[in-house]
């Protein structure tokens, strides 16, 4: 099946400081989420995108389709960033399921 | 604009009780998924449903039975809980539109059985 790997797995960041976080998949999609679990557990849905590049406040993420990667950038990071972001895949032809990776675990100190 | 709700929010099980989680959407989203979280793996599919009146196994589905008679709930069963089944529970769902699959999540359920 496809595999959806994350990294890095673990970020320490200062306040302020700005991130990238990946995303790669080994095929191809046609439905691609970023999340963000707070530490109260909820799924917050950050971005969807199959394709192309989006922005939201101090969050943006790009998804490069043809060569199956995605990126999550944060700027200017803050304390009520901190969590873990799950990307989640969806496969092209026929498997409706949706595949998460394993998470990126983000800590931002003040 | 409820979304997807889960019930309960907190439960703990004896070895052998078994429960029956129940997932709620208002979206008349025709796809609906439970998920299990474990530390470090992430989310695993365990049971997902493309319609009313089906359902197909997901990545780790042993120990679970799922049942959509309604297109806004799908329930999972665990007819014997066991430890390993101590987990969060996440249901979702989702609608397919011109392409469009955006999915989204309750607020989980935190099983433990002891």
């Known amino acids: 099946g496809i595999q959806v790997e994350q990294s890095p797995p673990d970020l320490i960041l200062q306040e302020g400081a700005n991130s990238t976080l990946r995303c790669n998949f080994s095929d191809s999609v046609n439905n691609l989420q970023w999340f963000h679990q707070n530490p109260w557990g909820q799924l917050i849905n950050l971005f969807y995108?199959?394709?192309g590049t989006k922005q939201n406040g101090r969050l943006s993420a790009t998804t490069v389709a043809t060569e199956r990667y995605s990126l999550l950038y944060i700027s200017s990071s803050q304390t009520t960033d901190s969590g873990v972001y799950f990307c989640a895949v969806h496969l092209w032809g026929g498997s409706e399921k949706l595949v998460f990776g394993k998470g990126t675990k983000l800590t931002v100190n003040p | 604009n409820a979304g997807v709700t889960q019930t309960p929010k907190f439960r703990v099980l004896k070895t052998g009780q078994s429960m029956t989680l129940l997932c709620a959407q208002d979206m008349n989203h025709e796809y609906m998924y439970w998920y299990r979280q474990d530390p470090g793996m992430g989310l695993r599919l365990i049971h997902y449903?493309?319609?009313?009146?089906?359902?197909a196994k997901g990545e780790v589905p042993d120990g679970y039975n799922v049942s959509r008679l309604k297109k806004q709930n799908f329930l999972l069963g665990l007819e014997s809980a066991a430890p390993s089944q101590t987990s969060v529970y996440f249901c979702?769902?989702?609608?397919?539109?011109?392409?469009?699959?955006?999915?989204?999540f309750g607020q989980g359920t935190r099983l433990t059985v002891v």
């Open positions: 979702a769902s989702r609608r397919i539109e011109q392409g469009f699959t955006e999915a989204f």
């Open positions: 995108i199959p394709s």
């Open positions: 449903s493309v319609g009313e009146g089906t359902t």
